[in-house]
């Protein structure tokens, strides 16, 4: 089954909104809580004064998407490194996409940008899974200085979603600013998804862009993964415990 991987700062009360277990209820989820350290204080010391604290957030994180009804476990980790615990994790549960949580209520409208090098087959791939059977819409948006070769595009994507019985509509935004393009599109939806860019997710997730468009949407991010099983093995420092 698809996997999600839900990073969360755990010990700073970032949590979920009900729309984002609702949505992700077709997945397997794993709720990671890490916590990031000073660079002088060990990990084991702080797990044994956070643990039971922590673990007991995650517990009842697991339980609301359980209620919604998913399946999920989860993962504890101190740190010094949340990007290179989160890229490890991820490596590790083969996680298809990754979700900077936002704030959403029922979700009714997806809006799945495909704009760049992304990869659009593995986007339409969990937009399906994701959907599922369920009355959620989905725009596709995709940004472009070739209108032909833009709309082409966007149209083969719209009819691969279109023959698994989702309500589609497009948006094509042609030589408009990407980044400024998506933002407007994001108005009257609820979610987006988009693509991981080579050669690393952790330039997204971590990076401008991504954060840029969690802050500006407010809603939930899914980050698609290019390839979780071609992922780079990396260990994280010997700092880092889970």
């Not at 949340?82 to 959403?104: L, M």
């Not at 993964?225 to 994280?236: K, L, Q, V, Y």
């Amino acid at each position: 089954m698809t996997r999600v991987l839900v990073p969360l700062a755990i010990l700073e009360g970032e949590s979920i909104s009900s729309g984002l277990s609702t949505l992700l209820g077709p997945m397997d989820v794993t709720v990671l809580g890490y916590h990031v350290l000073p660079e002088q204080t060990p990990p084991d010391q702080a797990r044994l004064q956070y643990e039971d604290r922590a673990t007991a957030a995650l517990d009842d994180l697991v339980a609301e998407f359980e209620a919604a009804g998913g399946h999920a476990d989860h993962r504890l980790v101190f740190t010094h490194d949340r990007e290179q615990t989160v890229d490890r994790v991820a490596a590790e549960t083969a996680a298809d996409a990754y979700a900077i949580p936002g704030v959403t209520g029922p979700v009714d409208r997806l809006l799945v940008t495909v704009t760049g090098d992304v990869a659009v087959d593995r986007i339409c791939s969990f937009v399906v899974e994701l959907v599922g059977d369920r009355e959620i819409g989905v725009t596709l948006f995709l940004a472009t200085d070739d209108e032909a070769g833009g709309r082409e595009s966007i149209e083969a994507a719209s009819k691969r979603l279109s023959e698994h019985g989702i309500d589609v509509e497009t948006e094509l935004a042609v030589d408009e600013p990407p980044f400024e393009a998506l933002i407007d599109a994001a108005t009257d939806h609820d979610a987006i998804v988009m693509g991981e860019r080579a050669p690393s997710l952790r330039s997204l997730i971590f990076g401008e862009e991504a954060e840029r468009v969690a802050s500006e949407s407010v809603g939930p991010v899914l980050v698609v993964r290019e390839d979780p099983a071609g992922a780079s093995e990396r260990g994280d420092r010997p700092s880092d415990t889970t």
